[in-house]
């Protein structure tokens, strides 16, 4: 993967072909829950049969990418998740997989060519479930510690509603205590796929210095995933009732290092973008010829897609950090 990301970072700053190394797929929009600050499951979207993915990845591979993200919705609600996860692998790509777990028992056995897990987490139970719903949060811990057990590598990522500092020393501590990493991103407002526009009452200096907080503990050897660029960034962030705003001195790479596709194998530059930026059905076109490099906003605090962006402006820093991960 690493070729391919070198491939696609020399692309964008020659302003050539693009060349993304990285698609996040949306395999459905159904969900088990109602998150509050999502509106995926409101938005109806055609999905596309097993046979259709393998012709669709076909057509990534060859456009370069190998790391592949099955998201949602919720993917597990999917019964053909073992399939789709399966022709993944048999095309080469690096797979992730986001979840809430809520459905990993009944799919554990075919997840086996999962490279990577993300596991929604909000925080203490109390605020998990005041973010997304009645559930049993033992069902996700239980399924955390069997994907551990497996040998599986795994991060929560925790939604951030509001600078709750005890939802993070838990998420922390229970990071520490299951052996898995944390990832913090803020919530994003004011697109399709978000579920509100930002509060009223959200501060911006006690936001900063939420985001200050986590840098320190990451310092301190904290097990958090996002990266000490992607946590200065948000604590130098100008507005964070606004996750995205559109500067013409600054490229974002969305579309150039990596897309995102709807059910219906519609691509975007980003997720946050749908409904901003019209979309290439790539089953029918082939994205480096239809995508014009343009993109409806320039900089965000978009929690995955700030890191990618953060791969391409800050390499170095980037990777120094990545690698420092690694046992």
Not at 63 to 79: S, T
Not at 269 to 288: Q, R, S, V, Y
Request: glycine share 6%; net charge positive.
């Amino acid at each position: 993967m690493g070729m391919s990301y070198a491939q696609s970072l020399s692309a964008f700053h020659l302003n050539g072909t693009p060349r993304p190394f990285s698609a996040s797929f949306a395999i459905t929009n159904k969900c088990n829950l109602k998150c509050a600050y999502c509106d995926l499951p409101n938005i109806k979207a055609p999905e596309l049969s097993v046979g259709q993915m393998d012709i669709l990845f076909k057509k990534l591979r060859k456009l370069g990418i190998l790391r592949l993200g099955i998201f949602g919705g919720e993917p597990l609600v999917r019964k053909d998740i073992g399939e789709i996860l399966q022709l993944a692998k048999r095309h080469g790509f690096f797979t992730s997989l986001n979840s809430n777990m809520l459905l990993y028992d009944r799919y554990k056995d075919v997840l086996s060519s999962v490279d990577y897990f993300f596991v929604s987490l909000d925080g203490t139970p109390e605020k998990h479930i005041a973010n997304r719903g009645k559930q049993n949060y033992e069902i996700i811990l239980e399924s955390i510690r069997d994907i551990v057990q497996r040998k599986k590598k795994l991060t929560a990522i925790c939604v951030v509603t509001d600078p709750d500092i005890v939802s993070a020393d838990y998420l922390i501590g229970l990071a520490i205590r299951e052996k898995i990493d944390v990832h913090f991103q803020p919530e994003s407002y004011d697109a399709e796929c978000a579920g509100r526009t930002a509060p009223n009452d959200l501060h911006q200096q006690e936001t900063k210095k939420f985001w200050q907080y986590l840098l320190e503990k990451k310092r301190e050897g904290a097990p958090i995933t996002s990266s000490t660029a992607y946590l200065k960034y948000l604590i130098n962030w100008h507005n964070y009732k606004e996750s995205a705003v559109y500067d013409p001195s600054v490229r974002c790479m969305a579309g150039s290092g990596f897309i995102s596709i709807d059910p219906s194998g519609t691509a975007y530059p980003c997720i946050f973008t749908k409904g901003k930026a019209e979309g290439i059905n790539l089953m029918e076109h082939d994205w480096a010829e239809k995508f014009d490099k343009k993109t409806a906003c320039t900089k965000c605090i978009v929690g995955p897609l700030l890191e990618y962006n953060l791969l391409f402006h800050k390499p170095v820093s980037s990777v120094i950090d990545a690698l420092a991960k690694i046992n």
